[in-house]
């Protein structure tokens, strides 16, 4: 969150992600997200689009659930959000790939099962924190 204040987060849809995988390693832990899979590109493949938005339905918990990976956005519904994605290591990343916490406390993070996650009207998703399987911040 360096660089980032609650002032500027002021108005942010606070949306929780299901982990996918999570790998302490040391002082941070690996994130992966729950995503629709998508056909791998052939490699003589270069006019596929490149997948920039996901597509998510909201739950009455505010847990999202990702619909559909797209190229451009368009035909969002009611109940429905955008959330922009990054491309690591040749795979769409939703906000971060990673969560660092102070050294020594690794064990406290070890029951994540969701990502807590500010959302604004853009899709841009920062991630503010780590909550266990009742939903309950890390």
Known sequence: LYGWSPVAMHGWRATLLKLFGAKIQGDYMNLRFELPRTPRQSRRTTSAPKLKWAVATLDSRQV??????????????????????????????????????????????????????????????????????DLKPL
């Not at 959330?83 to 939703?94: D, F, H, S």
């Not at 790939?97 to 064990?107: C, I, Q, S």
């Open 64 to 133: 999202a659930t990702i619909d559909k990976l797209v190229a451009e956005v368009e035909g969002v519904k009611s109940g429905q959000m955008i959330l922009k994605l990054k491309t690591r290591k040749g795979r769409p990343v939703l906000g971060t790939d990673a969560y660092f916490f102070k050294e020594g406390t690794a064990k406290k993070f070890q029951n994540a099962r969701f990502g807590e996650f500010r959302v604004d009207a853009s899709g841009e998703a920062i991630l503010v924190g780590l909550a266990d399987e």
